[in-house]
């Protein structure tokens, strides 16, 4: 089959023929990719920020964010059938260990993530297991649904865990309106009263952002800090939903948080670096987000079919990924990058 392949840090990924993969363990399921969405961490994979965590022996096929269609199951699998549609949770799950029974599937002590620490999505074909798959309706296409799969899922985890803090009469500063932040503006919408407000460098993104449900939208143009103090009352916000994480979004979101908020961490790439004395006095929170759970994406699901989140896409042929990742990193991309092979 054909895949897009890491085999040096630092170097465009390489189109070539791999072996495809087989159902051979009991839980095995092996899809036959739809569509497989292009993430910011595709990014930092080729830059080498994972190399050292995920310990992959190089070269492999990245890609963490997919959808297809059931091609084949192993001997104990009962909840899909070859040929379903369905949409991949990220992480393979044991379903024993505590983590697992605690429902938190990223944090499986026996997993393997798919895309970061083995082959994932950017080929024909990829090796999961059965507790990964969720069966959707036939009706819909992968390709309108593969960026809720991770893009989707991290957004709507970080906002469950957000609506405690975001009670009526409060402010939520999200940081970044693309691939996740377009997802997250509209979770925030569907579970929280809060007033939504989005900072963003890019016009069209701002626009988007105004579309889906911002209250107010602030461009990245030396004056946002101003600008969201005046929104906040001159105190800032309860929350920031950090989707950049790097390039002075962090600078900027410590800046915009209210004494006592909570800086919700998604985006990443670079450091915090805030004096504990600060952290103390103000009172304030950072938390770290990763994916999300089954249920997660399930209840993502329902926002979706209920119409409560759209999705907005670029769609590449697998063959054009290495002009998709430069698309993305220079801003070109609006929404989410999807990849389609064959
Ligand atoms: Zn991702
Ligand atoms: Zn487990």
Not at 183 to 204: F, H, M, N, W
């Amino acid at each position: 089959m054909k895949a897009a392949r890491l085999h040096a840090y630092h170097e465009a990924l390489k189109l070539e023929s791999v072996d495809e993969p087989k159902a051979v363990g009991a839980h095995d399921v092996v899809v036959k990719i739809g569509a497989a969405g292009l993430c910011r961490t595709d990014l930092h994979i080729q830059e080498g920020q994972w190399a050292e965590k995920s310990q992959v022996q190089l070269p492999y096929t990245p890609g963490h964010e997919n959808a297809g269609w059931v091609h084949e199951v192993g001997s104990d699998v009962t909840n899909v059938e070859v040929g379903d549609t369905v949409i991949v949770h990220p992480f393979i799950s044991c379903g024993l260990c505590t983590p697992c029974r605690r429902g938190d599937d990223m944090h499986c002590v026996n997993g393997s993530f798919p895309g970061i620490n083995r082959d994932g999505g950017f080929a024909e074909f990829l090796l999961t297991s059965a507790r990964s798959v969720v069966k959707l309706d036939p009706s819909l296409h992968p390709t309108q649904i593969a960026a809720l799969a991770d893009a989707g899922l991290t957004a709507i985890h970080a906002v469950k865990k957000a609506i405690p803090v975001l009670g009526a009469g409060t402010k939520a500063v999200v940081i970044g309106a693309g691939g996740l932040g377009h997802i997250g503006i509209q979770c925030l919408r569907a579970y929280t009263p809060t007033e939504i407000i989005v900072v963003d460098p890019s016009e069209k993104a701002l626009a988007l952002a105004g579309e889906l449900g911002a209250d107010h939208t602030v461009k990245v143009d030396g004056t946002q800090r101003d600008k969201v103090k005046e929104l906040t009352d001159g105190v800032g916000a309860e929350a920031i939903i950090d989707f950049v994480g790097e390039k002075g979004a962090i600078e900027d979101g410590v800046e915009m948080l209210q004494d006592g908020g909570f800086y919700y961490v998604i985006g990443y790439g670079e450091n915090i670096n805030v004096p504990t004395i600060d952290i103390i006095s103000r009172e304030i929170s950072f938390i770290g987000n990763l994916v999300g759970t089954y249920v997660d994406l399930q209840d993502l699901m329902t926002l979706t079919a209920q119409g409560q989140v759209t999705l907005h896409t670029s769609t590449y042929p697998l063959d054009a990924i290495n002009d998709a990742m430069a698309d993305l990193d220079n801003g070109r991309l609006q929404g989410r990058g999807i990849l389609v092979p064959g």
